[in-house]
């Protein structure tokens, strides 16, 4: 397939951090901590591009490579392998696209070794370009671990990540133990959301994920959040609750301006999008979004910002 896109070329902010295609929201697991439904009970509402919108969508996607380094492009879901033309959409981008794949490994890895060959999921980046997250009440860790040691050893790059939810730490460790025995690379994440009446993670700003008060506040995000259908949001939050999107990446005026916006639900945010997490070179200290506070034309704004960091 071209490269080319008949669609008018989008240029990434410089400090565009990440791209995520949400191919589908459908998924084949229950977690019941699943953070696609972290306020409200998505459902498969969206329309899904097929594999050929996808990719005149993605070809629009100019200056990938930052100076500091190139931004893949994510697919992920729910499961992105849910999507029927998920292999197509991989075998169909360009070259210059580099690809990420976020799953839950619940596809036949004999079929990803038929039809992708591992060098188009390779990149020079610290951590795996098939991240599969690891759910010990939806699959044996035996299953887990041989489906991504047959792949790791048919030359992907592939790891396990795994949250630590509260009731699971201990699985969850025990789980990393026997991984790295066998030779696969297995991280943690921090749990992010309610559990028992409290709220799990690091967050930037004080307040953002309380889901009591709602608060109007100028926000800008580093990211190019794109939901099933090719709408663009805001952040995370905006995708999960069906806010409207701020474009549609298949429209030819669609632009990533990068500016800030007013929102007047900050105290609902996503844990993905305010918690301070590593960067895509792995660096930790990062948040997706940045948040003026009313008062930030006051001199003490900065303030705020400063003693929200736990
Ligand atoms: S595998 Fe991921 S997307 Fe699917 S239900 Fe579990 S957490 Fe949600
Ligand atoms: S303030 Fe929160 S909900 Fe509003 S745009 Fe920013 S991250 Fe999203």
Not at 32 to 38: A, E, G, Q, T, V
Not at 205 to 233: F, K
Request: charged fraction near 25%; glycine fraction near 4%; hydrophobic fraction near 35%.
């Amino acid at each position: 397939m071209s490269e080319a896109s008949p669609l008018p070329k989008v240029s990434l902010t410089d400090d565009c951090n990440y791209i995520a295609a949400f191919l589908t929201f459908a998924c084949n697991y229950k977690c019941h901590y699943c953070i696609n439904s972290f306020e409200s009970n998505i459902s498969c509402r969206h329309i899904i591009l097929r594999a050929d919108q996808w990719i005149t969508a993605l070809h629009r996607l100019a200056n990938l490579e930052h100076p500091d380094g190139l931004v893949p492009v994510t697919l992920q879901g729910g499961e992105p392998s849910c999507h029927p033309d998920f292999y197509e959409i991989i075998n169909s981008l360009d070259e210059r696209i580099r690809i990420d794949i976020l799953t839950n490994l619940s596809f036949d890895p004999e079929e990803m070794i038929a039809r992708v060959q591992p060098e188009r999921l390779r990149r020079d980046a610290p951590y795996a370009s098939i991240r599969v997250s690891f759910h010990p009440d939806q699959v044996t860790l035996d299953e887990l671990l041989e489906k991504t040691l047959r792949l790791q050893d048919a030359g992907f790059y592939i790891g396990i990540w795994a949250v630590l939810h509260p009731d699971q730490i201990d699985l969850v460790l025990a789980a990393q133990q026997r991984a790295k025995q066998a030779g696969i690379d297995f991280r943690t994440k921090e749990f992010l959301g309610f559990h028992n009446g409290r709220l799990h993670g690091r967050y930037l700003y004080d307040d953002a994920c309380s889901m009591e008060n709602s608060q109007t506040v100028s926000c800008r995000t580093t990211e190019l959040i794109i939901g099933p259908d090719g709408d663009v949001y805001r952040c995370h939050h905006d995708l999960y609750e069906n806010y409207p999107p701020i474009g549609n990446l298949l429209d030819s005026n669609f632009r990533m301006d990068g500016r800030y916006r007013s929102c007047n639900c900050f105290g609902h945010c996503n844990p993905c999008d305010v918690k301070i997490k590593t960067n895509r070179h792995q660096q930790f200290g990062h948040t997706s979004v940045s948040i003026k506070f009313p008062e930030s034309t006051h001199p003490d704004s900065t303030s705020r910002i400063f003693q929200a960091v736990r």
